[in-house]
T-cell receptor, first 113, second 109 residues
Framework: DGGITQSPKYLFRKEGQNVTLSCEQNLNHDAMYWYRQDPGQGLRLIYYSQIVNDFQKGDIAEGYSVSREKKESFPLTVTSAQKNPTAFYLC????????????FGPGTRLTVL | GENVEQHPSTLSVQEGDSAVIKCTYSDSASNYFPWYKQELGKRPQLIIDIRSNVGEKKDQRIAVTLNKTAKHFSLHITETQPEDSAVYFCAASNNDMRFGAGTRLTVKP
């Protein structure tokens, strides 16, 4: 898990602003994922990408967008359409398919002021 | 899609006792079942996993059992220590991985 990084660690946003969370991995993994974590609710899948230039919506994609222009990078944009964005956001990657072990980044804690 | 339920949501044990966390899943095609440990404010870290062609796997004080017929799997921690205190997540995956809601384990010294 040392090969997957997220930035920033903490992020504050005013209502109505879009913000982008960074996720980078040097593990040569094909698949990357974004999860949202709220207290007592476990990890909920926002978006995932199995290959460059392709991504799919997860269970809670509304109000979020992603891109996958490079294998190493999978940024997540939290748009103003996301009604309750305050949460802990975790990025993960796995070797190829989703039945391979996922390794997580350290997370970004987003707070809307 | 897959749905994973995890019980209990909180678990408190005395140091040295065993702890058991149970999960059920809905998709009979799921074939990969990892367990993650998450300490406060940190990333989830894989502690053990099992695939559907195996019924049990053990790694020192940690073991996982899988019952495919009943679609449930369990995490067993023996000789618990205070440093085992954390939130534990189970997950099940076929094409998409889904996580349980987590169990907060507290080991009292």
């Amino acid at each position: 898990d040392g090969g997957i990084t997220q930035s920033p660690k903490y992020l504050f946003r005013k209502e109505g602003q879009n913000v982008t969370l960074s996720c980078e991995q040097n593990l040569n993994h094909d698949a990357m994922y974004w999860y949202r974590q709220d207290p007592g609710q476990g990890l909920r899948l926002i978006y995932y990408s199995q290959i460059v230039n392709d991504f799919q919506k997860g269970d809670i994609a509304e109000g979020y967008s992603v891109s996958r222009e490079k294998k190493e990078s999978f940024p997540l944009t939290v748009t103003s359409a996301q009604k309750n964005p305050t949460a802990f956001y975790l990025c993960a990657s796995s070797s190829r398919v989703s039945t391979d072990t996922q390794y997580f980044g350290p997370g970004t804690r987003l707070t809307v002021l | 899609g897959e749905n994973v339920e995890q019980h209990p949501s909180t678990l408190s044990v005395q140091e040295g006792d065993s702890a058991v966390i149970k999960c059920t899943y809905s998709d009979s095609a799921s074939n990969y079942f990892p367990w993650y440990k998450q300490e406060l404010g940190k990333r989830p870290q894989l502690i053990i996993d099992i695939r559907s062609n195996v019924g049990e796997k053990k790694d020192q004080r940690i073991a996982v059992t899988l019952n495919k017929t009943a679609k449930h799997f369990s995490l067993h921690i023996t000789e618990t220590q205070p440093e085992d205190s954390a939130v534990y997540f189970c997950a099940a995956s076929n094409n998409d991985m889904r996580f349980g809601a987590g169990t907060r384990l507290t080991v009292k010294p």
